[in-house]
């Protein structure tokens, strides 16, 4: 049931709700959305909570794009269509000021990603946002993370560790020029969920996995998932000019293999099968299990999001 | 992604994630689920806040089950099918022996409500739980707000109040006998979402609510859908022995009109449709608009929840 904030939400932006699977939006006790025949669902739920996967000085826009780039990126990893989402709100205080600015960001995310905002609830206390993302897959295929087989191809799309090294750089921990700096928030702030990829990919990956986590510990989810070992070629890791900008190679490979929230696709692609455009092969699936990056690391074992 | 709270409580409880519909569930980037040939899918989202939504001191069992119950409400509000869930929790530390209660609430909850838990989150901040329902819905069919016409009974389930009464003995507000308040705690911790009520008035009814704000506002939800007035006669609302024992005929009134938390249905019967086992008729629908229950009352225009 709407709560006045989220009627606030609706007054910004009367269209949020609309879109072609929907056949009932906001204002009853549940949304209704259809399927098309043969088709089944996929969703998923991503929460994000002010000072420990943003900063809480971040800007409103910004916490709403990106709460909807992170749910969306789990609908890209499984190859699935978007339908819709909900958002659960959990706010401070009702202020006017943010909620416009943060609708504003939610509707640019309902947008880009194709996912009408169907339904949602507003709750007092500590800023948290959980969304919650419903996708359509045909009935017999889907991006699993177990499906890598020896032989395969490991690929991922985009640059790697453009999160991480935005993080640092609001933690004071290095000084980019002026528009490496922007570059890299944009990266961290506007994640693009790899929605239009993950269709792509549907029928000739083997295996997918977004990276919200860093390389090296979603690798290693289609490691355990497939059974198999992830042999990654640290040199062929592809990194931004921004990043690149640190004066240590090894801070780079660091924030490369394990800094997460980047929100780009790691998956498998079995021998002959052509590369997606915008994606680079990083490394090959062997026999084993685990990652191999062929480095003697010692690397924090998870990334650590703002504030873990 | 499950992070190590979510992995304990599936650590608990192997089986909780199982179901009819459920082809994928927790451990990939998102759950897949299954919808008959025929079928639409209903979802909403629901909220709940330690301090708010429960007194943060109650029992780790009573907030996981109560948590699914009220989103499992609004399934049967609409006459859906129940699918599965998914659950984002928010939670200040990691305590196995909460971890471990909760779980248990939550896993009779999935029996109950036979709503399997497909997938979720942990994230670390003060407790909070939001529990996003999946229903299935026949594709021309469901209980909405909007149905309602002149001429309707209006009806209520089970009994009314109840969870307001028993949150005032939480404050200390009146004593009942020891019988009557572990009635009215076991009504308020364990509400009962009536699903199989609802699925009973899918083609029957005209226009359905769950009690979830208190009657006057639900059923003013009613009449703003639909464009009419719900008149409500208050000697005919439906009250357990428990409540009645409370001295005030008034306060007793008030939490039967006002009380939220009973997820009890408020639903309109066309003429002639017989009353489902249960349930009572409290009113009628006339033309017009808002609630009228024919007294000049004074009461604070909405629920408060245990502390808003």
Same mark, same amino acid.
């Given at each position: 049931?709407?709560? %006045?904030?989220?009627?606030?939400?609706y007054?910004?932006f009367?269209?949020?709700g609309?879109?072609?699977?929907v056949?009932?939006?906001?204002?009853? $006790?549940?949304?209704?959305?259809?399927l098309?025949?043969?088709?089944r669902?996929?969703?998923?739920?991503? !929460?994000?909570?002010?000072?420990?996967?943003? %900063?809480?000085?971040?800007?409103?826009?910004?916490?709403?794009?990106?709460?909807?780039a992170?749910?969306?990126? $789990?609908?890209?990893?499984?190859? &699935?269509?978007?339908?819709?989402? #909900?958002?659960?709100? #959990? @706010?401070?205080?009702t202020?006017?000021?943010?909620?416009?600015?943060?609708?504003q960001?939610? /509707?640019?995310?309902?947008?880009?990603y194709?996912?009408? +905002?169907?339904?949602?609830? !507003?709750?007092?206390? *500590? @800023?948290?946002?959980?969304?919650?993302?419903?996708?359509?897959?045909?009935?017999?295929?889907?991006?699993?993370?177990?499906g890598?087989r020896?032989?395969?191809?490991?690929?991922?799309?985009? !640059?790697?560790?453009?999160a991480?090294?935005a993080?640092?750089f609001?933690?004071?921990?290095?000084?980019?020029?002026?528009?490496?700096?922007?570059?890299? @928030?944009?990266?961290?702030?506007? *994640?693009?969920?790899?929605? $239009?990829?993950?269709?792509?990919?549907? =029928?000739?990956?083997?295996?997918?996995?977004?990276?919200?986590?860093?390389?090296? /510990?979603?690798a290693?989810?289609?490691?355990?998932?497939?059974?198999?070992?992830?042999?990654?070629?640290? $040199?062929?890791? %592809?990194?931004?000019?921004a +990043?690149?900008?640190?004066?240590?190679?090894?801070?780079?490979?660091?924030?490369?293999? !394990? =800094?997460?929230?980047?929100?780009?696709?790691?998956?498998? +692609?079995?021998a002959?099968?052509?590369?997606?455009? =915008?994606?680079?092969?990083?490394?090959?699936?062997? &026999?084993?299990?685990?990652?191999?990056?062929?480095?003697?690391?010692d690397?924090? %074992?998870?990334?650590?999001h703002?504030?873990?």
């Amino acid at each position: 049931m709407p709560v %006045p904030e989220f009627s606030l939400i609706y007054r910004y932006f009367s269209d949020l709700g609309r879109g072609d699977a929907v056949d009932l939006s906001v204002g009853d $006790d549940c949304a209704i959305l259809r399927l098309a025949e043969g088709e089944r669902l996929a969703t998923s739920v991503d !929460t994000m909570v002010a000072g420990v996967h943003f %900063p809480a000085d971040s800007f409103p826009e910004d916490i709403g794009f990106r709460a909807v780039a992170a749910a969306a990126s $789990d609908l890209a990893a499984m190859g &699935a269509r978007p339908l819709g989402m #909900t958002v659960a709100l #959990t @706010l401070p205080e009702t202020d006017e000021l943010w909620l416009n600015a943060f609708s504003q960001g939610l /509707a640019a995310a309902v947008a880009e990603y194709r996912l009408p +905002l169907v339904g949602g609830d !507003t709750t007092r206390g *500590p @800023l948290t946002i959980s969304v919650q993302v419903l996708g359509a897959l045909p009935m017999d295929q889907a991006l699993l993370r177990s499906g890598a087989r020896v032989g395969d191809e490991v690929c991922v799309s985009g !640059t790697l560790g453009d999160a991480a090294g935005a993080l640092a750089f609001l933690q004071d921990k290095w000084q980019p020029t002026p528009e490496h700096a922007e570059y890299l @928030l944009q990266r961290f702030n506007r *994640p693009r969920a790899r929605l $239009d990829l993950g269709l792509a990919l549907l =029928g000739r990956a083997s295996a997918a996995i977004d990276i919200s986590d860093g390389l090296l /510990a979603d690798a290693g989810h289609i490691a355990a998932a497939s059974g198999v070992k992830m042999c990654i070629q640290p $040199d062929l890791l %592809p990194l931004s000019p921004a +990043l690149s900008s640190h004066h240590s190679p090894e801070q780079i490979l660091q924030w490369a293999l !394990t =800094g997460g929230d980047d929100y780009e696709l790691c998956f498998c +692609l079995p021998a002959g099968v052509q590369m997606p455009a =915008g994606c680079v092969r990083i490394g090959w699936v062997a &026999a084993g299990a685990g990652v191999d990056c062929g480095l003697a690391i010692d690397f924090p %074992p998870g990334y650590q999001h703002f504030s873990d």
